[in-house]
């Protein structure tokens, strides 16, 4: 068992360790009726010595049977010490158009780049920007990884250019980007702003939510080991209530979510089978993720599984 009270580093170095073996599971790996759509890597450096390459990517593509991925950039200075740009993203498509689908990332605080005008970006130039990445290319906006509350004003406005520009947004919630409570009261606020928005949920925050016991110190850590659901969890409510909210099943609190309680898990993928998207989060090429094993013993239906593989990214990112 890995202990996911841990950061997420040293849950990627104990995955790799234990190979991420789960009890009950067959040696020979079941065959796959859809190939994946991941809506979430990232080629570059998260860790030091640990650089993704995008052949790296690709060969772990190819292990996995992922058809295609999203390459997020990393701009601000709370997700990464070493930035990963948007037109990186985007020379990965340019070089594989045919396997990566490239998103593009501005952090709110940022300069405007207008000679005339120094200052922080309006609204009017942050969608001109984000319309020209557009244009270039790029099918969604993130990660959206901000040390700000997710209604701060400076979001807000990310939101609002992000809508006029018509890219679905991937965030990261906890409690130092992003930055929500439990009920999610203040990402509740950009879903009844924007209801034409997709806002694809990812992390530690937004996965607890999936429990009406939900903690403020939930908001920083994953679950220790499996850990019962209980009712009333703000994801249920909000997805009830709002046709734009989705979540990203990549990183540990993707897999920590729906393996914390298996059986309350399984029901959530299938309840919410039209708001589900298939991620692993790739961060370095010697990388180990559980979600496979995990979504193979679940024996979910196979239009559950055409869905969250793929069927949901195609339909969101017009692809």
Request: aromatic share 10%; glycine share 6%; no cysteine.
């Given at each position: 068992m890995i202990d996911c009270s841990m950061n997420r580093r040293s849950f990627l170095r104990a995955a790799a360790a234990v190979g991420l073996g789960r009890a009950g599971i067959a040696a020979d790996k079941p065959r796959r009726k859809y190939p994946y759509i991941d809506i979430h890597t990232h080629v570059g450096r998260y860790y030091w010595g640990k650089e993704l390459t995008i052949d790296g990517l690709l060969k772990l593509m190819d292990k996995h049977g992922i058809e295609r991925a999203c390459v997020l950039p990393l701009v601000s200075p709370e997700?990464?010490?070493?930035?990963?740009?948007?037109?990186?993203?985007?020379?990965?498509?340019?070089?594989?158009?045919?396997?990566?689908?490239p998103f593009c990332c501005v952090d709110p605080r940022t300069n405007s780049g207008n000679p005339k005008r120094f200052g922080r970006l309006d609204l009017a130039s942050m969608t001109a920007l984000l319309k020209r990445y557009r244009d270039l290319g790029a099918r969604g906006f993130g990660e959206h990884q901000v040390g700000l509350p997710f209604d701060h004003p400076l979001m807000m406005t990310t939101y609002d250019a992000c809508?006029?520009?018509g890219l679905p947004i991937l965030f990261h919630l906890d409690d130092i980007r992003g930055i929500d409570s439990?009920?999610?009261?203040?990402?509740?606020?950009?879903?009844?702003s924007f209801p034409k928005l997709p806002l694809i949920g990812h992390a530690c925050g937004f996965w607890a939510s999936i429990s009406g016991d939900a903690l403020d110190e939930d908001f920083r850590r994953y679950p220790s080991g499996p850990k019962p659901v209980a009712p009333?969890?703000?994801l249920d409510r909000l997805m009830d209530k709002y046709p734009n909210l989705y979540g990203d099943l990549s990183e540990p609190g993707g897999y920590w979510a729906i393996h914390r309680d298996e059986a309350?898990?399984?029901?959530?993928?299938?309840?919410?089978?039209?708001?589900?998207?298939?991620?692993?989060?790739?961060?370095?090429?010697?990388?180990?993720?559980?979600?496979?094993?995990?979504?193979?013993?679940l024996k979910l239906p196979d239009g559950v599984q055409?869905?969250?593989?793929?069927?949901?990214a195609i339909r969101l990112l017009k692809l």
């Open positions: 997700s990464t010490v070493f930035p990963q740009t948007s037109d990186d993203a985007l020379a990965t498509f340019k070089a594989h158009p045919d396997r990566i689908i809508d006029r520009a439990p009920g999610l009261p203040r990402l509740e606020n950009a879903l009844k009333g969890g703000a309350f898990g399984r029901d959530f993928i299938i309840r919410r089978a039209d708001r589900l998207l298939f991620g692993t989060d790739f961060l370095m090429a010697d990388q180990e993720i559980p979600h496979f094993e995990l979504l193979d013993s055409a869905k969250i593989y793929r069927e949901n």
